[in-house]
Antibody, heavy 117, light 112 residues
Framework: QVQLQQSGAELVKPGSSVKMSCKASGYTFTSYYIYWIKQRPGQGLEWIGRIGPGSGDTNYNEKFKGKATFTVDKSSSTAYMQLSSLTPEDTAVYYC??????????WGQGASVTVSS | DVVMTQTPVSLSVSLGGQVSISCRSSQSLVHNNGNTYLSWYLQKPGQSPQLLIYKVSNRFSGISDRFSGSGSGTDFTLKISRVEPDDLGVYYCGQGTQYPWTFGGGTKLELK
């Protein structure tokens, strides 16, 4: 079955960076876009952007340009998102999701990032 | 950006009852290709969101026919009939027509 397994929780200091992973299984990794979504504590969903694992092309929400960077490793079917210059406003759960035909049909379990000194 | 407005913010329902959730977009969600990319997701407590409905009215694989979506243009509705305990959580509408994709603020479904 389709699975997206995300990396674990991170506690990081303000000003630092964090890189999280999203390992895909159960489908052809390069055939679907990977999307990244942010959910702050008790809040709604915010679309960060997407990457096409086959082509490497990316789209970023303007709000997250310079903050988030997407990469993939096709050999391990893993997508990555790096967040830089972290502030407390980056404290959130970050989800990866698979998308085809402009809908996210499978989601990872989420990766919690806490930014605190 | 397309603003998605969901109402109500919360709903109380009795088991076996029926509810409707409204979602309105600030712009038409009809894509140049003629499709309308409006989806509904449910986030159960402590879980990731899961897809319920895509392209306005299409139920995702394994989703009960108690869930139905309707609407067009900028005005959409999710209906849940014969509510069960497993239906409780926060419902989000989301649009995939225009980048950046955006979501409604969510509707929390609780037991009365």
């Amino acid at each position: 079955q389709v699975q997206l397994q995300q990396s674990g929780a991170e506690l990081v200091k303000p000003g630092s960076s964090v890189k999280m992973s999203c390992k895909a299984s159960g489908y052809t990794f390069t055939s679907y876009y990977i999307y990244w979504i942010k959910q702050r504590p008790g809040q709604g969903l915010e679309w960060i952007g997407r990457i096409g694992p086959g082509s490497g092309d990316t789209n970023y929400n303007e709000k997250f340009k310079g903050k988030a960077t997407f990469t993939v490793d096709k050999s391990s079917s893993t997508a990555y998102m790096q967040l830089s210059s972290l502030t407390p406003e980056d404290t959130a759960v970050y989800y990866c999701a698979r998308s085809a035909a402009r809908v996210m049909d499978a989601w990872g379990q989420g990766a919690s990032v806490t930014v605190s000194s | 950006d397309v603003v998605m407005t969901q109402t109500p913010v919360s709903l109380s329902v009795s088991l076996g009852g029926q509810v409707s959730i409204s979602c309105r977009s600030s712009q038409s969600l009809v894509h140049n290709n003629g499709n309308t990319y409006l989806s509904w997701y449910l986030q159960k407590p402590g879980q990731s969101p899961q897809l319920l409905i895509y392209k306005v009215s299409n139920r995702f694989s394994g989703i009960s026919d108690r869930f139905s979506g309707s609407g067009s243009g900028t005005d959409f509705t999710l209906k849940i009939s014969r509510v069960e305990p497993d239906d409780l959580g926060v419902y989000y509408c989301g649009q995939g027509t225009q980048y950046p994709w955006t979501f409604g603020g969510g509707t929390k479904l609780e037991l009365k």
